[in-house]
């Protein structure tokens, strides 16, 4: 089992990491949680609920009434029915504000109830209870949101949870899309601070790749972690943790949310972004050179192939990095440089034609 302390401005809250932790949460939450709490609402998907809710659900009745909601599965949750719905359920369970929600499940659940929690009656507490391996990601640092037709994740708050609860027994029942979604995350934080999990994750055999090891899980949290620690509010460094995500977001709302997952959306981010940094003369890996092993550990690049660039770049006009109108736009100025370049209309609609014609001889 691993502990992680991460401060943010309102609290500190640990991330424990380790096998079986549902069934005895009390374990890893702050000492005076029950004592402080009502009640709780464990939320959770259809999926997600039919494996684990009733393990979560026992567990946390030793100590507190809780009550459960359970939601269909994907990202069309994460809207604004998707989030009424879920209000609503608070408030037929009675929750106040001294009751808790508890997100069982990946990064939709995770930032769906989050966003629940830190508005209901402005702000109840969060646990987060991670299911998949994207969730290492998604479940600390508080951003937490939902979609609006024109872009993923443009309504939102920032809300610390009050302990992550990660038992990494439950992704033994994870499908293998997901595991690729959630290597996509890890490889991100490869490419931006980490030389050698980037390394160790290039030589996975992809065949093999439904586990991961405590200490490449461990590397990637680490990444996350030291710079939500740094810069809670992304007023700076922490939009490097956006790197590949701008086309991401673009891809993901122009095929129709749920239609990729963020993580494979991700992957095909970041081969953009390496070409769109070689491109302005920087330093930073080749993209065609990424796309190769990319590739062979699982990825499809059809989304960046298909790409409708006009399409593209009026969605990326909606990204939260944007200032004045102009796209700013995470890239490597080197290997495990990001840096933030701003680029107009005309160059990213030249870059993305340019680099669909290259992919068609790679
Ligand atoms: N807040 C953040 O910092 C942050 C970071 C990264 C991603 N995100 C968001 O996270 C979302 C994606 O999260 P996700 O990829 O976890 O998607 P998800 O929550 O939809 O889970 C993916 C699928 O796996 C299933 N599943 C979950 N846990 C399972 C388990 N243990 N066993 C079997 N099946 C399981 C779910 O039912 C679903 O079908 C996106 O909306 C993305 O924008 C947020
Ligand atoms: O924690 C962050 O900061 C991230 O950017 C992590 C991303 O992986 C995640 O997808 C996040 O939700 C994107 O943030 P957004 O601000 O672009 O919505
Ligand atoms: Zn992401």
Redesign the pocket.
Known sequence: MQTIDVASSSHTYTITVGKQLRLSPYKYLPDNFPRKKNRLLILA?E??AS?YLEDVRTAYAEKLPVHTYVLP???EM?SFSGYEELLSACLQTGLDRESAIIAL???????LAGFVAATYMRGISLVQMP??L??H??SI?G??GINHPEG??LIGAFHQPEAVIYDIE??D???KK?WL??FG?MIKHGYIADPQLLEQLKQLNQCAALTISDKLLASSIAVKKEIVHEDEREQGIRAYLNFGHTLAHALEQTAGYGML???EAVVNGMVFALYVGRRLGYDGPDAAEELRWLRAFGYSFTPLKQMDSARILQAMKHDKKNRGGSVRYVVLADAQQPIIVTLDDEQLLTYMDAFKKEMEVT
């Open positions: 998907d999926t997600v494996y599965v994907g990202e994460k499940g990946g990064g939709v659940i995770g930032d299911t998949t994207l969730a990601d998604s640092g951003k937490t993923k994740n439950m992704l029942t994870l499908p997901e979604c959630g995350e997952t963020h993580g």
